[in-house]
């Protein structure tokens, strides 16, 4: 990791030096009292001071920012890319890595340049063990993990999870859209990024299969349970379902500057929605090739992603593409009929299935 005081500029170094040697004279020179030997008393100080600035110094780093002569502060994205793909993964879940490393990443286009990929595992309370494995399995694939080191990893954190993600890959990428998915979701990489290369929307794009009538969960044993009373509505503002959504960098950018001041809710994609259902230019794009809700709808040879796909749903759909070039090997099913969604009902009308279902 390189310091954060290696990427001041040289006046700025030496006025913080000056600065800091100041401060330890001076916190000394107080604690003359207190500590029997001044000397001794400067070096507690200058160890405290050396403490915080490498404190400082981490942070700084992590956010890939330098701070100029002129004290402003300049980010400096590491990388550029059209896509970004950000993968919630958990610290046990190695199989599910390794299987998509070896599916749909493997795919042509999302080796390229036009895409870029993470998964991401929140690293707090970690034992030291769980945390070396999986840096070692990150380093062995290309660092492609983004360990966050503020986030415990359990569903309750999962939208702080999702969120303090975004805003770091916003900070550290330059890209035009962000995809987001599950470790247990199939995606159509190269699908994507050609239909994105010809989107009607460059910024505001909300891009896939959105419910609007789903009631807030309110029971208690409900693994959904919103502790934090969300009395915006009896039901959930429209959101696109969390086993993927593309997001145009305009949008992501906006989580990644207010993430301070949103209110998180019990469910990740929930509080996606509701943070963007009040912005101008938002386009709302819902796509029923996003197979994304709580239970896959079945095999459509059309999907671009296709949720609750086990290891082994994974391979032989990535055999299938590669000796077929479909999807479904054994033939398209239906297991749960999907809807269109009328935007000009109000949400609660806005889908036509049997709820049951």
């Known amino acids: 990791m390189i310091s954060s005081f290696s990427r001041l500029e040289m006046p700025s170094r030496v006025k913080f030096a000056s600065t800091l040697v100041s401060i330890s004279n001076r916190v000394a020179d107080a604690l003359m009292g207190l500590l029997p030997r001044r000397a001794f008393a400067r070096a507690v100080v200058n160890s405290l001071l050396c403490i915080a600035c490498f404190s400082a110094g981490y942070l700084l780093a992590r956010k890939n920012i330098s701070v100029g002569a002129d004290k402003s502060v300049v980010e400096q994205k590491s ?11 958990a610290p046990d879940n190695a199989e599910r890595r390794r299987t998509i490393r070896q599916t749909w990443l493997s795919a042509d286009t999302a080796k390229g340049e036009d895409v870029s990929y993470y998964f991401v595992v929140g690293a707090r ?23 966050l080191p503020t986030v415990v990893d359990k569903f309750t954190e999962l939208t702080e999870k999702v969120l303090t993600a975004m805003t770091m890959l916003y900070h550290q990428v330059d890209f035009r859209y962000l995809l987001k998915v599950d470790d247990d979701s199939f995606v159509r990489v190269d699908s994507i990024v050609d239909e994105l290369k010809n989107a009607n929307y460059a910024s505001g794009l909300y891009w896939g299969f959105f419910d609007g009538r789903a009631p807030v969960h309110r029971n208690k044993n409900s693994k959904w349970y919103e502790e934090n009373s969300y009395e915006l509505c009896d ?86 593409l590669t000796t077929a070039g479909l999807l479904c090997r054994r033939g398209e099913v239906v297991t749960r009929e999907s809807y269109a969604y009328n935007w000009q009902n109000p949400p609660s009308k806005c889908c036509n299935r049997n709820w049951n279902q």
């Open 125 to 147: 309370d970690l034992s030291d063990k769980a945390r070396i494995a999986l840096t070692e399995e990150s380093v062995i694939n290309g660092q492609d993990l983004l360990l």
């Open 79 to 89: 990388k550029t890319t059209f896509l970004v793909v950000l993968i919630v993964s």
């Open 235 to 320: 039901r959930y503002v429209p959101y696109a379902l969390g086993g993927g959504y593309i997001l145009s960098v305009d949008l992501v950018q906006y989580l990644a500057e207010n993430s301070r001041r949103l209110r998180r809710f019990a469910n990740e994609d929930v509080s996606v929605g509701t943070w963007l259902a009040g912005l101008g230019g938002l386009h709302r794009v819902h796509d029923e090739r996003f197979d994304t809700e709580f239970r896959s709808r079945g095999c459509s040879n059309s999907y671009l992603v296709t949720h609750k796909q086990s290891p082994q749903a994974m391979l032989e759909k990535m055999a299938s």
